[in-house]
């Protein structure tokens, strides 16, 4: 990446609209971001030292809860370092990082979603080729795939931002380093580049969302075909936990993207939601319904007191 820049670091000016509430927010996200790690962490202990739970969903969902560590770790330290009084500079090089690790690992969760939709639709549609068609090399490249397609979108937007020259102001209004954000900084022409920025931004998440609705289309008119009352009860349940996380995950991006005016503080609103609290959900959602996972949370709970009290 050719860095024509003179602008060493930049000043994040935070969520707009906020003065005077730092301290407030400080404790509201610094406790959404403990209960994420603490929850997600939670999760993988449970799918870990279970064998009953060693199973393609699973193992997506294993994927999921360590973007979800990751995902809000990408803004929440900085954002919580300078709410606590420290200084809102951020390097050139953290900006960067910044940027690419928010797509990258929001790209990967968008893929993921995809994949475990298809999970989903093998289960119900043929439920006697499941273990056959979601074997363990299946599962891998499709874990590997979600990464990768990820890490190149992520590269995409990261390089068409940077290669822009930024020689001052450096004042950053958000919370963190995004892209519209910092278009606005550049010292040249970007309107080429909003509308390609754009277009790959929104291309991937649609796309994502017309797989998923042709998998849960096929889901549902399979579900229908079943005779029992509890047998279609049984069907649903165990796609309505991730059609919840599903619905979290894209609302965020749709009101993002497809305002007709950007209202910045609604954006940083929708963010801190998306960044926040739908990695800190993913573990109730996916726990509560589920007794399986219940019953291991609750094993993982026994060893943990147990190890404490001895």
């Avoid at 499941?130 to 590997?144: G, P």
Wanted: with cysteine.
């Amino acid at each position: 990446m050719r860095n024509v820049s003179m602008v060493a670091e930049f000043i994040l000016l935070g969520i707009p609209h906020t003065e005077g509430l730092e301290t407030m927010l400080l404790v509201l996200f610094l406790s959404f971001y403990v209960f994420t790690l603490l929850g997600n962490l939670l999760i993988l202990l449970a799918i870990v030292s279970s064998t009953r739970l060693h199973t393609p969903m699973y193992f997506f969902l294993c994927k999921l809860s360590v973007c979800d560590i990751f995902f809000p770790s990408v803004s929440s330290p900085k954002m919580l370092f300078y709410l606590s009084g420290n200084s809102r500079t951020i390097s050139y090089a953290g900006c960067v990082s910044q940027l690419f690790f928010y797509h990258f690992l929001g790209c990967t969760e968008c893929f993921l979603y995809t994949v475990m939709a298809y999970d989903r639709f093998v289960a119900i549609c043929y439920p006697l080729r499941y273990t056959v068609i979601m074997s363990h090399r299946v599962c891998a490249i499709l874990a590997t795939g979600t990464s990768l397609f990820g890490c190149v979108q992520a590269t995409f937007l990261t390089t068409l931002t940077f290669q822009l020259p930024y020689c001052g102001p450096n004042d950053v209004d958000y919370y963190f380093c995004d892209i519209p954000v910092m278009l606005k900084l550049a010292c040249a022409d970007t309107s080429s580049l909003e509308m390609v920025g754009f277009i790959s931004v929104g291309l991937m998440p649609l796309s994502c969302f017309l797989l998923i609705l042709t998998s849960y289309s096929c889901i549902v008119a399979s579900i229908l075909r079943i005779q029992s009352k509890e047998g279609r009860r049984r069907a649903f349940s165990t796609c309505s936990a991730h059609l919840t996380a599903i619905l979290l995950s894209f609302m965020p991006v749709v009101l993002i993207y497809l305002q007709p005016t950007p209202n910045p503080w609604l954006n940083a609103t929708v963010q801190i939601l998306n960044n926040l609290v739908t990695p800190m959900l993913n573990p109730l959602i996916y726990s509560l319904r589920n007794k399986e996972v219940k019953y291991s949370l609750r094993k993982v709970s026994r060893i943990f007191s147990e190890s404490l009290s001895g």
